[in-house]
C-alpha cells in the first residue's frame, strides 16, 4: 500500500513552504514518525515525519522547489519490510571463529557538531562539510557567519596556492579576485519579508512622526536596582521592559494605533500582544509577547532572552511568531541613530528606537549632557490621525522620563 507524504498545516497565514532538504533518499527505510523532509517557511523550518513504517518509495518534490499546504512530497510504500540483518554463518571455517592475535583499537569518531538550519543550507549550497567547521554560537553550534567564513579562509589558501612567481603581465595586472561575483538564492523568509515590506509601503498611507527621549531616569534606576533584579529574578533589567510598559499605556490611550483595518472596518483590539523584533542570520523576526499588559517586568524580559536564543538556533515555532496588534523595534542594538520603521501589516504602528547618545540638551535655562534616544513611529494614517501618533509618543516619553508614572497607570 502507498502512503502519500503531503504538505501539513504549519500554521495561521502560513500557507506556502520551500523544500529546504530531504533527510532520507529513495530506497531508505524509514519508522513510524520518523523525519523525512525538513520545510523552509516564511517564519519557521519544519520537519515531516512518516506516517507508517516502509521504504521512501519516490520523491515527488526536490530540494528548492516551492509547495502549498495538501501538495504531495512523495511516497511510502508500506508493504516493503525492513531489510533482515543478515545471521551470522553456522558453517563457517574454525578458523574463522579465531581471534586475531593483534586486534585494531577502535577509533572514537568525531561527533556531528550542531548546525543551524540556515547554516545548513549554506553549508551544503558551498559544497562545505560541516564536521570541519568550527562553531562559534552558543554550546559550539555552527553559524551562517562560521561557515562563510571557512569558505572565505579556503578561498584565500588556495589563492595563494595558485598565484604564479613569474611577474603578471600587463593584461593580467587587474586583480580578478576582487571582482568576483556571487549569485545566492533568496530564501523563503527573505522573499516573504522583501514582498510583504513591499506590500506595506504600496499599500498604506504609512506616515512616521519622531520624538526625543531622556533616558536618565531609567537608566539611574537600572543602575541601582538591576542587580537585586538580576538577583531575584535571574535576569537583567533590560530598557525592552519598559518601553513595552509606557507602549500598552499609551495604547490604552489611543486604541486605533493598537487595531487593525479590514475592508471598510477598523477592528480595535481590547487585547496588547506585543511583537518584539528580533535579527537573526536569515532575517528579522517578530515573536510575539502574548497578554503583554499582564506580564511583569521580569516575565517580559525571560520571553524576550528565550525569544534571542530560539531566534539564533532557529527553535521559533509558528506560535511564537503569530498575530500581534503593535511591534516595537530596536535598531539601537546595531547602533542606528535614526530610522523610519515600517509597518508590519497587518498592524497600523510600530515603533522604533534608537542608539542612546549622550547629548548637550537645554534644562532650566542650563546646557547640560544627557543621554538621549531618538523614537520613531510609523503609523497607517488611513486610520491613525498626526495627532494621535504624536500624543501617543509623548505619553511615551513621559513615562519614560518619569518612570514612577507606570506605577500610578498600572
Do not use: C
Request: proline content about 5%; cysteine-free.
Amino acid at each position: 500500500m502507498s502512503i502519500e507524504i503531503v504538505v501539513p498545516e504549519m500554521g495561521e497565514s502560513v500557507i506556502e513552504a520551500t523544500v529546504r532538504a530531504w533527510l532520507k533518499k529513495e530506497g531508505d527505510f524509514v519508522e513510524a514518525g520518523e523525519a523525512l523532509v525538513e520545510l523552509e517557511t516564511d517564519k519557521v523550518n519544519l520537519e515531516v515525519g512518516a506516517k507508517a513504517s516502509g521504504v521512501l518509495a519516490k520523491i515527488q518534490v526536490g530540494e528548492g522547489q516551492d509547495v502549498k499546504v495538501g501538495d504531495v512530497l512523495g511516497s511510502i510504500n508500506e508493504d516493503a519490510k525492513q531489510p533482515a540483518s543478515k545471521p551470522d554463518t553456522q558453517t563457517a571455517p574454525p578458523v574463522a571463529s579465531v581471534s586475531t592475535p593483534q586486534e585494531k583499537p577502535q577509533v572514537a569518531q568525531p561527533q556531528t557538531p550542531q548546525v543551524t538550519p540556515v547554516a545548513s543550507r549554506v553549508a551544503r549550497e558551498q559544497n562545505v562539510d560541516v564536521s570541519k567547521v568550527r562553531g562559534t554560537g552558543p554550546d559550539g553550534r555552527v553559524t551562517k557567519s562560521d561557515v562563510e567564513n571557512f569558505v572565505q579562509k579556503q578561498s584565500s589558501a588556495g589563492s595563494e596556492a595558485a598565484k604564479q612567481p613569474a611577474k603578471p603581465s600587463p593584461a593580467a595586472s587587474v586583480d580578478s579576485a576582487s571582482r568576483r561575483e556571487e549569485r545566492e538564492r533568496m530564501s523563503r523568509r527573505r522573499r516573504t519579508i522583501a514582498q510583504r515590506l513591499l506590500e506595506a509601503s504600496q499599500s498604506t498611507a504609512m506616515l512616521t512622526t519622531f520624538n526625543e527621549i531622556n533616558m536618565s531616569a531609567v537608566m539611574d534606576l537600572r543602575r541601582r536596582r538591576n542587580e537585586a533584579f538580576q538577583a531575584r529574578y535571574g535576569i537583567k533589567l533590560g530598557f525592552t521592559s519598559f518601553f513595552t510598559k509606557a507602549s500598552i499605556s499609551a495604547l490604552k490611550a489611543f486604541p486605533r494605533i493598537n487595531a487593525e483595518l479590514q475592508g471598510d472596518d477598523i477592528v480595535l483590539k481590547n487585547y496588547y500582544d506585543i511583537g518584539i523584533a528580533v535579527g537573526a542570520e536569515e532575517g528579522l523576526v517578530v515573536p510575539v509577547l502574548r497578554d503583554a499588559d499582564r506580564l511583569s517586568f521580569a516575565e517580559i524580559e525571560k520571553q524576550v532572552k528565550a525569544f534571542s536564543t530560539k531566534a539564533n538556533d532557529g527553535s521559533l515555532s509558528v506560535e511564537d511568531l503569530r498575530g500581534g496588534t503593535f511591534t516595537i523595534t530596536n535598531g539601537g542594538v546595531f547602533g542606528s541613530m535614526l530610522s523610519t520603521p515600517i509597518l508590519n501589516l497587518p498592524q497600523v504602528g510600530i515603533l522604533g528606537l534608537h542608539k542612546i547618545e549622550e547629548r548637550p540638551v537645554a534644562e532650566n535655562g542650563q546646557v547640560v549632557i544627557r543621554p538621549m534616544m531618538y523614537v520613531a513611529l510609523s503609523y497607517d494614517h488611513r486610520i491613525v490621525d498626526g495627532r494621535e501618533a504624536v500624543q501617543f509618543l509623548v505619553q511615551v516619553k513621559e513615562l519614560i522620563e518619569d518612570p514612577a508614572w507606570m506605577l500610578v497607570e498600572g
